[in-house]
């Protein structure tokens, strides 16, 4: 049970997950969370960083397609400046807007991988679709009332997850373990 809360991978910042290294391992698209992920959950605005980043992953030929489960509305306004696919009410930590992205883009779980902020979202999710996850920290040390739950919920499973793998590090860039 506990491994479903296990990420694949922990990196800082999605800016420092390389798309050249990712189109090395075969990656075909990246799935990511919003908010706290991508940009601030308190502002719809992406950073020029941000823009660069997924420039670089257009040029790699990497599809981006953001899975929230925010509001069809929420997520089409964040994104509009980004002109990025996106699956929303996606249900995590269930897989199923996962598993939708999966079949909409003929994907399978080894092209893909999984970003997000959450344990209990984006790394169950992901751990439930059989996709590898990536793990980052949040954008903003503060959350949306609705997160500041599953926060608290986290921090008793870290204690667990450290116990019982004591291999779960932050790194500086995906590697070719997983």
Do not use: C
């Amino acid at each position: 049970m506990l491994s479903k809360f296990k990420p694949t991978w922990m990196i800082p910042t999605i800016y420092q997950i390389s798309p050249s290294r990712l189109n090395k391992m075969g990656i075909k698209a990246v799935f990511t969370d919003l908010d706290n992920t991508l940009i601030p959950w308190n502002n719809t605005y992406g950073t020029n960083q941000l823009k660069s980043w997924i420039s670089e992953l257009d040029r790699y030929e990497i599809k981006l397609v953001i899975i929230s489960n925010n509001s069809y509305k929420r997520v089409g306004k964040a994104v509009q400046n980004f002109r990025v696919d996106y699956i929303a009410r996606a249900y995590k930590p269930l897989p199923t807007g996962l598993n939708k992205a999966l079949k909409k883009y003929n994907l399978n779980s080894r092209q893909v991988i999984m970003i997000g902020d959450q344990l209990l979202t984006d790394v169950v999710a992901s751990n439930n679709a059989g996709v590898r996850s990536v793990l980052v920290k949040p954008v903003l040390p503060s959350d949306a009332w609705n997160t500041k739950l599953n926060r608290f919920i986290e921090k008793k499973i870290w204690k667990k997850l450290f116990d019982k793998y004591n291999n779960l590090t932050w790194q500086e860039d995906i590697d070719e373990r997983n």
